[in-house]
């Protein structure tokens, strides 16, 4: 009832206004600071609130609405697992039926952290959440006062806490992150097949088409093309790639977030026929001009 009457009101106690932020390792033994993660550690009863109003609740409406795309695999029920083998799947079928294809594997930098509040408002009203329930989660962060724990102990200093220069994002280690970027997601997954985005695949029992644009796991997606007739070349494939990961990281930046070019990749297969008639794998570098 206290959660509820919170998320009517639109009211973010002034307890919840102070987080505790621990740096944990990514890789064993490494220690730098720029490859630290950095999890926030909220009031039981604030992380209470994001797992019910966003975690549970918009997740729930969203999923009973079918708007949440196949292509999002982030959601209940998936796992990372199948996006790899959908992959894999994907370039069978480029090489049983000799087309061109290429994929973009992209990284959404620091995804949870650079979500702007305007674009995540829209996004969870966009879902049936009350803008009085997004306007709690997202005061609590612009007015955060950030405290720091180490093995030294607990900082009695903080960061943040200005509401005229306030702080966005939504934060590792908030329980309405995992579910706020899932509709985030979602809406740019719809975005893409709006413009178009889309590769087409026949099932040969069936007959039924499967259109997809994309294949994402919270902060990475793969991106795929195939080749739209027998005429086109392999520069007419990139330039086809190119377009959609160009859509796909507008609607990023649209977001306040952009792509992590280190953690970003490309994957080609192109064919040639040798005179007997059998294929073998093109190399791209001397197919395709620099």
Known sequence: MKLDLIARCGYSPDRWGHGMSCLLEKKPGVRLVNKLRGILLLEGDCNMFNKVIFGIRMIDRGTKANVIPQENHARRGSTAIEVAFLRLLTLDVSRQRRHFMAMASVDAAN??????????????????????????????????????????????????????????????????????????????????QEQGCNIEIRSALSASILRLCSWSFVDDSDIPVFETGPTDTENDLLQQL???????????????????????FLTIALYQWKQDGTYFYADPSEAIPV
């Open 111 to 192: 995804c949870y952290d650079r979500v702007g509040h305007t674009f995540l408002s829209l996004a969870c009203q966009a879902f049936g959440t009350p803008v009085s329930a997004v306007k709690v989660m997202t005061h609590t962060l612009a007015k955060m006062k950030f405290y720091l724990r180490s093995g030294f102990g607990d900082s009695t200093r903080f960061f943040g806490g200005d509401l005229d220069n306030p702080m966005e994002g939504l934060c590792q280690g908030s329980g309405a992150a995992p579910a706020v970027w899932l509709v985030v997601s979602a809406l740019l997954i719809h975005y893409m």
């Open 242 to 264: 190119q377009h959609a990961v160009s859509i796909w990281e507008g609607g990023i930046r649209a977001t306040g977030g952009a792509l992590t070019l280190l953690k970003s």
